[in-house]
């Protein structure tokens, strides 16, 4: 079945650790997405990627890394400079980038826990 | 700048009630897509409609319906006999450089038997 797919959907880390969460998509669209949502608050955007090998900054990239070396994937990782990690976060994509109809498909999420 | 309102936090009814979410929305440009999308407690966003800034006509999906109007820069989303599986978080969304969705904070809809 053709979707989105992110693991783990819990995730535990120690303060201060860097930590790497998957999202990998067999759609076939080119651009991909991560949103990091807080009790109460709406999605906010983090990073997005529009192709292969680039990558821009969202409202709250502080503290966030990504990388695209391929279509499918688009792996974020937390660093420790993150102040406060703990969040569910939702990868999305969509078919090109530029075409303001995109629907974007949704992954499960990841909640992430800092203890 | 851009911006998208959900001014109702929470929203409790009881099963075969109506129940309108408000969305309005801020933008400069002319050309622009709205969203609406539920997302159940399992986490995973599901996508309900799309509206461009150009198609001012209501839209009706079973019990599902859509009211756009520009002139109050709002496009709220009514469920009519609403059932407890409608229980969910209801985003609002806009999108005008076909990059990144700007979300509304959302609304919490508990809909109880």
């Known amino acids: 079945d053709g979707g989105i797919t992110q693991s783990p959907k819990y995730l535990f880390r120690k303060e201060g650790q860097n930590v790497t969460l998957s999202c990998e998509q067999n759609l076939n669209h080119d651009a991909m997405y991560w949103y990091r949502q807080d009790p109460g608050q709406g999605l906010r955007l983090i990073y997005y990627?529009?192709?292969?090998?680039?990558?821009q900054k969202g409202d709250i990239a502080e503290g966030y890394s990504v990388s695209r070396e391929k279509k499918e994937s688009f792996p974020l990782t937390v660093t420790s400079a993150q102040k406060n990690p703990t969040a569910f976060y939702l990868c999305?994509?969509?078919?090109?980038?530029?075409?303001?109809?995109?629907?974007?498909?949704f992954g499960p999420g990841t909640r992430l826990t800092v203890l | 700048a851009q911006k998208v309102t959900q001014a109702q936090t929470e929203i409790s009814v009881v099963e075969k009630e109506d129940v309108t979410l408000d969305c309005v929305y801020e933008t400069r440009d002319t050309t622009y897509y709205l969203f609406w999308y539920k997302q159940p407690p399992s986490g995973e966003l599901v996508f309900l409609i799309r509206?461009?800034?150009?198609?001012?006509q209501n839209e009706i999906s079973g019990r599902y319906s859509w009211n756009f109007q520009k002139s109050t820069s709002s496009f709220n989303f009514t469920i009519t006999a609403s059932q407890v599986v409608d229980s969910a978080v209801y985003f609002c969304a806009l999108t005008q450089a076909g990059t990144a969705l700007i979300f509304g904070k959302g609304t919490t809809l508990s809909v109880s038997s």
């Open positions: 990627s529009q192709i292969v090998n680039d990558f």
């Open positions: 999305a994509s969509s078919i090109s980038p530029g075409v303001e109809n995109n629907e974007q498909f």
């Open positions: 509206r461009n800034s150009f198609d001012e």
